[in-house]
């Protein structure tokens, strides 16, 4: 019986071994918790384990990592998976993915036999233990370590149980965990981005669980266990788990498997160097999506403040695509020091967006698309919107250089870029006057100085007080008593409109036979 349990321990180690090794395939993972919401640092370690994995004609796995299901937030992984697809980085296997991969579940909750499996193999060749250990006996070393100033730990007391000891234990159905013997690492981490790094955890820490008594496994077996059997070849993840790589790397000897290669992204930080945080209401990928960032200036902004590019990469301002990041990525480029995000340059990514979207007839026309429905949207009992294309069209080429988002076009203070003035009488001047006034703007060019300087000349001219002509026909042209200056809200709508709308203001107009002519 025995021999026949070994002999399945030694199928389970060597089943995935033989391809692992002779694989050379790129292969890497994102694997978040459900614990909450996508945020900039779990956005920054996807993108970069894509971009390497574009770069060198890899897969991009996504692995959800639920196995503490006391803290699983609901429609987490739904959410996660619909902010990446939102991005553009295409998930090659796990949930989200076109096609089924061969290395599935990818959700851990769903390979709790796989590991415990597995587990097994540890326990028999003496790399791991049953600990009886109740949490009063835990909670007083906490307690004890605490009071004499030392760093509260494990003290491994089951680690030296005989077998007679275990077998009582079981007999009476005593309730254990199972802990993997820690022993030292002597050998430094090559992190392919921060170089050696040497860290010798069992000097600080006690045997770590690995499999808790509900029989799910802890974060550091599943990863390892996930990682060789998926045949991951690069770990891409937050620097917080470098100290952590020394307990896998152990667990990678323990098993006989050849460990991945290992590199650490360094924090983000705010632009003043203080840590970035979860707690932070703005770090989430849901609140830059509904303030109107699009997705390629934010991937843009993330890698910007963290290198793996040439320097003249982000030299100067430029939005690039994700096929050209991933064709000039190096992860031998990316910084080991903390990346400092500058809200600006964000703002500035995706104003160059607008411009980059104007570019091209098929973007503009989505863009056209994207306004008619925010103005609708806005202005839901409006009956006399303003939505012609080429109107909207010289909208946003004006916009492109003032506003940071597409959505600021519906700002009440913008209004008259939409909502058409009704039944308004440009009576302040002559039937005379306003065919002048009209002829003029048709031969003028429409910019704000130009403008500004011609009605200026026209109210001296005819001798019409120029703040009374401008009121006027600022509420021709958008009905407002507020707003820019007349000219530059003929500038914005433009030639065609405001003639357009003076028309119609002139149209409303029936002088009578005694009105005179406004005189100064």
């Known amino acids: 019986m025995l021999l026949l349990k070994r002999t399945k321990s030694l199928n389970i180690l060597t089943k995935y ?13 994102f694997a978040p918790s459900p614990t909450g919401y996508l945020h900039l640092g779990g ?87 049953r ?15 605490l009071r004499t100033r030392q760093v509260p730990k494990y003290d491994n007391k089951c680690r030296h149980l005989s077998q007679k000891q275990i077998d009582e234990h079981l007999v009476k159905s005593t309730p254990y965990c199972i802990r993997f013997k820690l022993d ?23 045997d770590p669980v690995i499999m808790k008594s509900d029989q799910f496994p802890t974060y550091h077996f599943a990863n390892v266990v996930d990682d060789h059997l998926m045949e991951i070849s690069h770990v891409f993840r937050g620097v917080e788990w470098q100290i ?11 098993f006989g498997w050849q460990p991945p290669e290992y590199g650490h992204l360094p924090l983000l930080v705010n632009s003043d160097g203080t840590k970035l945080s979860k707690r932070q209401g703005d770090i989430g990928i ?26 003249e990469q982000f030299s100067k301002p430029k939005v690039h695509t994700l096929s050209d990041l991933s064709e000039k990525f190096n992860i031998k480029k990316v910084n080991s020091h903390p990346s400092r995000l500058n809200p600006e340059v964000l703002d500035e990514f995706n104003r160059l967006q607008i411009e980059e979207l104007l570019k091209s007839e098929e973007s503009t026309n989505n863009l056209v698309e994207m306004v008619q429905c925010l103005v609708k949207t806005t202005y839901p009992t409006e009956t006399n919107l ?54 003029i703007l048709t031969k003028e060019v429409f910019t704000k100085d130009i403008l500004n300087s011609a009605l200026k000349d026209f109210s001296k001219q005819h001798g019409v007080k ?54 100064v």
């Open 17 to 29: 071994i033989i391809k692992r090794f002779n694989s050379t395939a790129v292969r890497v993972r």
């Open 43 to 129: 956005l920054r370690t996807a993108l970069y384990n894509y971009l390497y994995a574009r770069h060198h004609n890899g897969k991009f796995l996504l692995r959800i990592e639920d196995t503490d299901q006391t803290r699983l937030v609901q429609r987490a992984m739904e959410s996660l998976i619909e902010d990446l697809q939102w991005t553009g980085i295409e998930i090659d296997e796990g949930p989200g993915s076109k096609v089924d991969g061969n290395y599935g579940p990818y959700i851990q909750s769903q390979r709790t036999n796989i590991y415990l499996d597995h587990v097994k193999i540890l326990l028999e060749n003496g790399s791991a233990y």
């Open 131 to 145: 600990c009886f250990c109740t949490e009063r006996r835990l909670e007083l070393l906490r307690k004890e370590a």
């Open 184 to 206: 030292d690492y002597e050998e430094p981490i090559n992190d392919l981005i921060y170089g050696p790094v040497h860290h010798n955890v069992s000097q600080n820490e006690g």
């Open 244 to 254: 952590s790589t020394t307990k896998h790397l152990l667990l990678y000897r323990a």
């Open 286 to 311: 849901k609140n830059f999506r509904d303030k109107g960032y699009f997705p390629i200036a934010l991937l843009n902004y993330v890698v910007s403040a963290g290198g793996g590019f040439p320097h």
């Open 386 to 439: 303003d939505l012609n294309t080429e109107h909207i069209r010289n909208v946003l080429k004006w916009s492109s250089k003032r506003l940071t988002f597409i959505k600021d076009l519906t700002s009440p203070k913008l209004s008259f870029l939409w909502v058409k003035p009704v039944n308004f009488k440009l009576d302040v001047i002559s039937e005379e006057q306003r065919k002048m006034l009209l002829d």
């Open 466 to 519: 120029f703040p009374i002509l401008m009121k006027s026909l600022r509420s021709a042209l958008s009905g407002l008593k507020e707003g820019p200056g007349v000219a530059e809200m003929m500038e914005i709508l433009g030639k065609e409109v405001v003639i357009e709308r003076i028309t119609d203001a002139m149209s409303e107009c029936k002088e009578s036979p005694n009105k005179e002519k406004v005189v």
